[in-house]
């Protein structure tokens, strides 16, 4: 028996050895790994504590120009994919440091990204001709293929996470830039014009050229943190707390009522006491989230997967997690238990 294995065992070696010239391989050999039986990610839960990452921030600025870098940018990369540019396998982050007085040049790209501000106030971001101010926990948008640029006519440094779906891009070997002929763009609409158009629940006539400007991806580019601010602490008071998400709200495309952008899904919930959602759950995506500023992100701690504990500080931000792993979001100092509670349905998990 052990002949006939091992003789076995040669042709086949035989075979691979043989037909490896032309580039041909056996899927047995491979099939349990490209079809598990459970999600499995390189991808690791990691956090980033901002008043640790702001110094090596300010730093950079003191050893490069915005325009010199184009973009000045310290990537969060998760230590699961050290060296690609990533924090989880669909999607790249950084902090960005603008100075006052800098301009970030224009240009454009395949790429979609988005912008959450998490410090300072008076810088902008210009999106296909229309600037938009930035503010403190302000969402913003740039479409696939538009140009923009960023300065900062502040007296304060500003800083944002950006993210973008580079990792999906280069996975389908989409990814191209160009660079515009000046360091800004023409301002060829005053601020403000795109939200009058698509953030008052209303919308250009089907006729208009700017009805549909970017396709699949949202027409307003800029989301003002006051409005979510508002809109969640009204819900507070007004509705009972999902209890796994909270008090949780989606960011939406005003024309489609869908995700913002085709490849990023984006949405905002307070934590604080009372406001987070309570049960674990267990999740089939991967997460980047970023803590505001506000008082809620003095006093939070983050529990994820499986008795790993994170520790969100003012701006924090965490990666992940791995799909299917435990996830628990706490609003409270000191420790806990971490271990999963019972779902809906018979004490299974919810999945999403």
């Known amino acids: 028996m052990d002949t006939t294995a091992s003789r076995a065992a040669d042709e086949r070696a035989r075979l691979y050895a043989d037909m490896d010239p032309a580039h041909l391989t056996p899927l047995w050999e491979s099939l349990h790994a490209l079809v598990p039986k459970q999600p499995r990610s390189p991808c690791v839960p990691a956090f980033w504590r901002y008043d640790e990452v702001r110094p090596f921030l300010i730093r950079s600025g003191e050893v490069i120009t915005a ?60 999106v296909n001709g229309e600037r938009t101010t930035m503010h403190p926990g302000d969402f913003i948008i740039t479409p696939s293929w538009t140009w923009h640029d960023h300065g900062n006519e502040s007296r304060n440094p500003v800083i944002w996470l950006d993210g973008l779906d580079i990792p999906t891009v280069r996975m389908l070997d989409s990814g191209f830039a160009e660079n515009y002929c000046a360091a800004q763009q023409p301002v060829v609409r005053s601020e403000g014009s795109n939200f009058a158009r698509f953030g008052a629940n209303m919308a ?24 979510s601010r508002d809109a969640l602490a009204r819900l507070r008071h007004d509705a009972p707390a999902d209890p796994w998400d909270g008090f949780k709200l989606r960011y939406l ?79 409270r100092l000191g420790t806990a238990s971490t271990r999963p509670r019972a779902g809906r349905g018979g004490g299974r998990p919810r999945r999403r």
């Open 67 to 126: 325009e010199e870098a184009v973009r000045r940018v310290l990537i969060l990369e998760n230590p699961g994919l050290r060296g690609q540019s990533a924090i989880t396998q669909t999607l790249y982050a950084g902090l960005q440091l603008i100075l006052p007085g800098e301009v970030a040049p224009s240009h454009r790209h395949t790429q979609t990204a988005l912008r959450f501000v998490v410090e300072g106030a008076g810088a902008f971001t210009a």
């Open 204 to 227: 250009p006539m089907a006729h208009d050229a700017e009805a549909d400007p970017h396709g699949a991806t949202s027409p307003l580019f800029a989301y003002p943190y006051e409005g």
């Open 253 to 331: 495309n005003p024309a489609t009522g869908g995700w913002p952008t085709p490849t990023l899904a984006t949405a905002s919930f307070p934590l604080g006491p009372s406001r987070a959602g309570r049960r674990a759950t267990r999740v089939v995506r991967l997460e980047a989230a970023a803590a505001d500023a506000g008082p809620a992100a003095r006093a939070i701690r983050a529990e994820c997967f499986r008795n790993e504990r994170r520790v969100w500080g003012i701006g924090g931000s965490w990666g992940g997690p791995q799909p299917t792993r435990w996830r628990r979001i706490a609003p």
